[in-house]
């Protein structure tokens, strides 16, 4: 399944065109719109659990230059930190 670049807030599916001042990004480029950003999800990413950062206009079309039919964003799994477990 090829990555779909999406256009929309995750959240409430506000549009978020290239030019949008809005669009605010995690790092593993999760799209919300500042407005749930800020009052919803209180600067934290619902998928992955990161911040967030405004999204620059030209980001967009580097991820549509850079995506390829290989390209897979995993969501990489947080682990919690504990004491033990440690590899000695
Ligand atoms: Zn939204
Ligand atoms: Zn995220």
Do not use: W
Not at 38 to 50: F, H, M, R, S
Not at 76 to 83: A, S, V
Request: charged share 25%.
């Amino acid at each position: 399944m090829a990555l779909e670049l999406r256009p929309n807030c995750e959240y409430c599916d506000k549009d978020l065109p290239p030019a949008s001042t809005e669009a605010q990004i995690c790092s593993y480029e999760c799209t919300f719109c500042a407005d749930c950003v800020d009052n919803i999800l209180y600067n934290v990413c619902p998928n992955c659990g990161g911040g967030f950062v405004p999204r620059p206009s030209a980001f967009i079309y580097r991820i549509v230059k850079t995506t390829s039919p290989h390209t897979v964003v995993e969501a990489k799994t947080f682990r919690p930190l504990t004491d033990d477990g440690r590899d000695g």
